[in-house]
């Protein structure tokens, strides 16, 4: 592995850590305030990630055994995901085994990538709904990861001293 992979994965280890941290000490009632009636709550952006991590977590492995082919989230983009957070009840769960999940997904990815040969240039077909097919390579979804846990972490901090 090469020492900016290694330097990445690094980092994208962290991630739990960073989410635990930053919600930690949030009391539940606070867990339930947004920016206004347009955005998600802290308890929904938690589980949101959460499910991202996971729905991430599949996309490593199929990439780890099969590079080049696609991933496929047509079942996921069927719906809007203020439709899936509705669904699945985010403003009504617990954080608690969602962080666990968050935790458990980022770990489990971390260790399948650090046990694979090179894994950095390792990709798969993707489609955004209404885009074309891009690549989406390893070492790429690892970066998107980690700025998409630090945007969600600056709306909590926003939400907090609102």
């Known amino acids: 592995m090469t020492r900016s992979w290694t330097s990445a994965l690094n980092e994208f280890s962290n991630c739990a850590d960073k989410l635990h941290n930053a919600v930690m000490d949030i009391p539940d009632h606070d867990l339930d305030r947004s920016l206004d009636e347009n955005n998600w709550s802290i308890r929904q952006i938690i589980h949101h990630?959460?499910?991202?991590?996971?729905?991430?977590?599949?996309?490593?492995?199929?990439?780890?055994g099969d590079s080049g082919?696609?991933?496929?989230?047509?079942?996921?983009?069927?719906?809007?995901?203020?439709?899936?957070?509705?669904?699945?009840?985010?403003?009504?769960?617990?954080?608690?085994?969602?962080?666990?999940?968050?935790?458990?997904?980022?770990?489990?990815?971390?260790?399948?990538?650090?046990?694979?040969?090179?894994?950095?240039?390792?990709?798969?077909?993707?489609?955004?709904?209404?885009?074309?097919t891009q690549t989406m390579t390893v070492e790429g979804t690892v970066r998107w990861q980690k700025i998409h846990l630090k945007q969600h972490l600056v709306e909590i901090r926003n939400i907090l001293t609102a």
């Open 49 to 64: 990630l959460a499910d991202a991590a996971l729905i991430w977590s599949m996309f490593y492995r199929q990439v780890v």
């Open 69 to 132: 082919g696609e991933f496929k989230l047509g079942w996921y983009w069927s719906k809007t995901q203020d439709e899936w957070g509705e669904i699945w009840k985010y403003s009504q769960r617990e954080i608690g085994p969602a962080l666990e999940l968050y935790r458990s997904c980022n770990q489990s990815m971390v260790e399948l990538l650090r046990s694979s040969d090179d894994p950095g240039d390792k990709h798969l077909l993707f489609s955004f709904p209404g885009e074309e």
